[in-house]
């Protein structure tokens, strides 16, 4: 197993972090409301991301997760305003045997796909969701309601999770055959739904409902990493040209040592994340997921918030960037379950 | 031996009463609408309605109640003052405006000012016909006071005020600003300074509001370009700012702290509230740490009343500090458990931010202002360990 | 409700303080081996220090939980190796009306005596005793086993928490009559011992078992608070003097706002100790002992904690005193119920 | 790239099935007394035996496994370093008596010694033969390399070394100390320093035990009263001894840390079946954070595994400081977990120290030696926020 990345996955990093750095400036991320179609349009099409880790013969270009988790890592550190998350957890969780109509224009960015997992009170235990499916013909039809779809409001395809006949799958859902509910969010940078089906034409897209969850975490993760990275830094510039008592900040040792630690929690989360990825494709993803989710947000929220407090005033107004660093972070830690609910997930699977 | 002996249990009974009959009799009709209004992330709401009701309060002798009865006070005792603020907390008294005069300026004009000062300015505040704001922090200086750029120059018979304000709440509608500004900039850097009283409504002085990360503004930068103030407005001698100014800033986190706390305890209500409904409540681990955060409000409780209760010098030392660094944090972290207490549903805010999400957000700027976690520990440090060159 | 100390309460501290740094020092403490008798002889007698809270009509001066917690806070400051909390807490735990023989020589310090409360595998919940006590002529005997019996090897009289048809009560027993097993312990400056009673003769002197409990809570706080100081100023000392990087160590602003830190925590548990004893006499008790036993020893944990770390590798050694301030400090947080355990009783007393 | 393409499966099934059928084949007979010896709070036990055990691993050729085959070792990768580790802890292996030959000084002499000196000591070594004990801290250094007070002077053939050094471990049963001695006292600090290898047996020397707060000593003080080692006996030129001795102390924690993880793993297994003997296991709140360390624990090894699997420079960097930063304190977590596991129990020490109070004694140190936490931080400071003046 690799654990560092090959000449052209840095390539790839380079050339995405070079044109977010460019393109999805602060001024863009705050006046997209959550996606920016200009944006998104040229990451599908010039950049093809949203084609990397699918299959040639599904038109995509047969990399990794790993290539993805880098794309991800880099959308984490700019709070992308695009449903990259969205399209590449959903496209990894469908079946490609099942979801050989939807691949192709995953890959190329025609469509926006996104997972329909948690349900309003049963929140993202896959055991309590009560969303079904009954065979309809050829197809199926989905009743239920789900509740935090990332991007809800602008995709045109979601992947729900439902229960047919006993059997939890996933199904394709045309946007235009269900209610949304378009929500309001803490975290202005990605936005969220209310989904409704009553008797929705359906597509069964794959079966493995816990994976998709798992893959959710493990994107939150590989994000929250670049997250907390790109919050680190803004933290440490500050700190360098920052002048009080006659000198910079980063001279005074108190500060030193708790940026320090900070670049430990973010260095564990990074390890953690990363790792995750690295074993998507084995059984010990089925922890390393939910662990890596609870790690790498954690360290994620534990840095936007010292970094609001290192900022001083400035920090807490909304024109300085470190509030939304902070809320995606508090997003990303809320959702999927919170740090105790994963390590109850953790300890059953590892039987602790 | 100046002992509390009517705490905790505060049994100053008449005095509650009329408190309580007082508020129950005035915070009716139009004022009702003020319930739980004007707290924090919420200090920009209904200003012109709290004005009215402050003018209520001044009328009827609740503003400056502890100030001495020669000042225009009504010389309140502690227990009194803490009673005040406790019944005001449990009716959902609004956010006050007169706070900045009533509590900063009022006790260093009576502690440093002239008595002409104290006979112009005490009974204003006291019937709120003028609302201050606080002039210290700057963009370049942030807890730093000694750091102050502002500058007062004398010209005549006034003062002439160039500089910039940050991080002042209501100045937008305040009559007046207590100013730290530079008046002697060869002098060392503590010595230099000057406390000085401006008028807020004149050409040399614009208010831009701050947008904070709650999305609402309650803090300004203030630009002073050339403003004027009279001669004789300057607490203390030239040069007195910085002692005159540290003075205030202790006086800021005084017996209000007691008061504080009823509010603290209707937002843990509330939180233990929100996950009886979300269902947190029923996890242990959750209820572990709410319990936690109820024990460190008894102990907030207890360390105010400890403070009370022993002697202390005339302007207050590190209990001032210690008291900041129990209760700045616990908010903070009870902010934190607001939000695992809605669980998930917390990401959400349709219809404008939630009382926990704001409690959450909000709670980011305890730690900050009014002397961050970081000055307060070299508040303590200095003491403990000697003054040291910071860095 | 007073919160300061009198002029006669300060004296009290200040020939206490006096004694015990002439006496009671680190030398004399560690050769102690948990008990020094002189000491203890001179305590009782001299300075009277056993007689304070106990009526006057009984031998005592009909002082309060405050003059004995002054002096419990000045025995946690030096460790010291006499039983005093032992015999104090008995003597507040016992009814005077039924425990009118045992009091006066509680006063003078001509008896040890100590309580007898948790039990193996019950630990310190009152409801989970088995210890048990039956009539027997104008008397009672005994059956039970008690564990971390505090003094218990030293203690010439043991007061038994035990049921008796079904009403819990304490029970005076004379060491004489029971089997104990003295324990080596962490802590080596206060030992611990296991009885074992079979048909002990006993006799009633009190019914309140939680009070009991309480007692020692509050007590354990207090005694914490002066292990906290104490060690605070150790380190603080060692700080100003020790030199690194040719500068005091109290020149580091990192280990500067560690140790602003730490005196923060000992202000709010002497807050919440005294508190207790201030409202030893109400209902208020019953939340507040345990609260300020969870307080207390949470500080006096960490204080002695950093303490170690602050010291370096002089503070890893046997020689100095930081391990034994440490070790004080985790049986008293270990004892009569962990942090979990207590916020466990506090929620049920506070109906959170 | 330097890949660990074999990890973390280690899937070198021939290669762990050789360590495992010579361990199983040798910790026999007599060296089985030693299974569990010799950890941390026992370094002190079964030394004869424990020689004579090395004595085999040496033979057998495990030590210096990582060295390349041109100075004697295996040149095995880093895998098969860590598969060697692995097995060791599985089975209990005792304590390592020649770990700081093996481990700090051969790296040194391999990166910085004359060719000389790696023919002279590298075998001894390898086969156990001599032992070598570190002489960095000293009473009023302490984490600070820099400010090493011990002289050394030049006198003809060979340097007299006069100082002392404390948290010495296994300077009584170690023939050799590789010391950091000023050499040029009018140099600046880093500048003067030079890195002896002195033999323990001589009159110059005194050695005496150090108890710690465990009741046992693993830790010396070292008194050099006029020692005397051949002038050849330098690694690196007079004045390079804080460039070499930096390059050491960053080897110190290098691949070891992925097989100490696996004791870990150990520990923790314990704690998890103190905890449900004692009944803490069923406690919710108790079981939260045992499963936070578990992942903690995992975390450890992620992090070992992405460090060793990514390019790092000649002499490593910041990676050692947050390795340590990660391990220490989660290694004090879990004693203090231990602790809570056993419950009250965990006050009595009938028969001597437990398992549990041991951990929790002796995880005060791994905060303290080998660089403290607050070393580190400045470590990692200097490398994000660049390096300021200390203090």
């Not at chain 1, 470190?322 to 997003?331: I, N, P, V």
């Not at chain 2, 230099?192 to 947008?211: A, H, N």
């Amino acid at each position: 197993m690799e654990f560092g990345f090959t000449a052209e996955q840095t390539d790839l990093r380079d050339t995405v972090r070079a044109f977010l750095t460019r393109h999805a400036t602060s001024a863009r991320v705050r006046a997209a409301d959550g996606f920016d179609a200009e944006l998104w349009r040229r990451l599908a099409g010039e950049l093809g991301v949203t084609a990397l880790a699918i299959d040639e013969k599904h038109g995509g270009f047969g990399a990794s997760e790993v290539e993805v988790g880098i794309v991800l890592e880099e959308a984490g550190r700019v709070l992308l305003p695009a449903p990259y998350l969205s399209t590449v957890t959903a496209a990894a969780a469908v079946d490609p045997a099942l979801a050989a109509d939807l691949l192709p224009r995953l890959a190329d960015g025609s469509v926006i796909v996104t997972l329909a997992l948690a349900e309003p009170g049963a929140g993202w235990t896959p055991d309590r969701w009560a969303c079904t499916a009954r065979r309809s013909g050829d197809g199926y039809v989905l009743d239920g309601v789900k509740e935090h779809v990332l991007d809800g409001a602008i995709a045109d395809v979601v992947v729900v999770a439902a229960v047919c006949d006993g059997e939890p799958g996933l199904y394709a859902v045309r946007a235009a055959d269900l209610r949304c509910t378009p929500h309001d969010t803490l975290d202005p940078t990605r936005r969220q739904a209310r989904l409704e089906f009553e008797a929705v034409p359906a597509s069964l897209v794959g079966r493995d409902v816990r994976r998709a969850v798992e893959l959710l975490w493990a994107a939150l993760a590989v994000e929250s990493v670049g997250v907390a990275r790109a919050s680190l830094e803004l933290t440490v510039d500050y700190l360098r040209t920052r002048q009080q008592f006659g000198v910079p900040l980063a001279h005074f040792q108190a500060l030193r040592h708790r940026v320090a630690e900070l670049a430990v929690a973010v260095e564990a989360a990074t390890s953690s994340a990363w790792y995750a990825l690295r074993v998507a494709g084995t059984e010990e993803f089925t922890i390393a997921a939910p662990l890596a989710k609870l790690v790498a947000t954690r360290a994620a929220y534990a840095v936007t918030a010292e970094s609001i407090q290192l900022h001083g005033a400035i920090g807490f107004t909304w024109e300085h960037d470190a509030h939304l660093y902070f809320k995606r972070a508090t997003a990303n830690r809320l959702l999927l379950g919170d740090e105790v609910a994963l390590r109850r997930v953790i300890a059953a699977r590892a039987g602790l | 031996m100046p002992a509390v002996d009517d705490i905790p249990n505060l049994p100053d009974a008449e005095f509650r009463r009329r408190v309580r009959e007082w508020l129950a009799a005035n915070l009716t009709g139009e004022f009702a609408a003020l319930v739980g209004s004007g707290g924090p992330g919420r200090e920009h709401e209904n200003i012109e309605l709290r004005t009215r009701w402050e003018h209520e309060l001044g009328a009827a002798g609740w503003i400056g109640l502890g100030w001495p009865e020669a000042h225009g006070g009504r010389g309140a005792t502690i227990a009194q003052q803490v009673i005040f603020f406790e019944e005001y907390a449990r009716v959902g008294g609004p956010g006050r405006l007169s706070h900045m005069g009533e509590y900063l300026l009022a006790p260093t004009l009576i502690a440093f000012g002239t008595e002409e000062q104290q006979r112009r300015f005490l009974p204003s505040i006291a019937a709120a016909t003028e609302f201050w704001c606080q002039g210290y922090s700057e963009p370049n200086a942030g807890s730093d006071l000694a750091s102050v750029q502002t500058r007062a120059v004398r010209d005549g018979d006034v003062w002439r005020v160039t500089g910039q304000k940050v991080w002042t709440s209501l100045a937008h509608v305040a009559d007046w600003c207590f100013v730290l500004a530079r008046t002697d900039p060869d002098a060392p850097k503590r010595r230099g300074l000057s406390y000085l009283l401006v008028p807020m409504d004149q050409p040399g002085i614009e208010v831009r509001p701050i947008t904070q990360i709650t999305g609402t503004s309650e803090f300004n930068e203030v630009f002073f370009d050339g403003a004027v103030t009279a001669a004789e407005n300057i607490v203390g001698a030239p040069g007195d700012g910085w002692r005159v100014a540290t003075g205030t800033l202790a006086f800021e986190r005084g017996v209000a702290t007691l008061g504080q706390q009823l509010g603290f305890a209707r937002e843990l209500d509330e939180v233990f509230a929100a996950a009886r409904a979300s269902g947190a409540y029923d996890d242990p681990v959750w209820r572990d740490a709410a319990v936690d955060a109820w024990v460190g409000l008894q102990t907030l409780r207890h360390q105010a009343l400890r403070t009370l209760g022993t002697p202390a010098g005339d302007l207050p030392g590190v209990e001032a500090s210690v008291s900041k660094l129990l209760w700045a944090p616990w908010h903070q972290r009870l902010g934190e458990l607001a939000m695992t207490a809605v669980g998930p549903t917390a990401t959400l805010a349709d219809g404008g931010l939630s009382d926990a999400q704001r409690l959450f957000l909000y709670t980011r700027a305890d730690t900050i202002y009014g002397g961050s976690n970081e000055i307060q520990r070299n508040i303590i440090a200095d003491r403990l360990l000697g003054r040291v060159p910071r860095s």
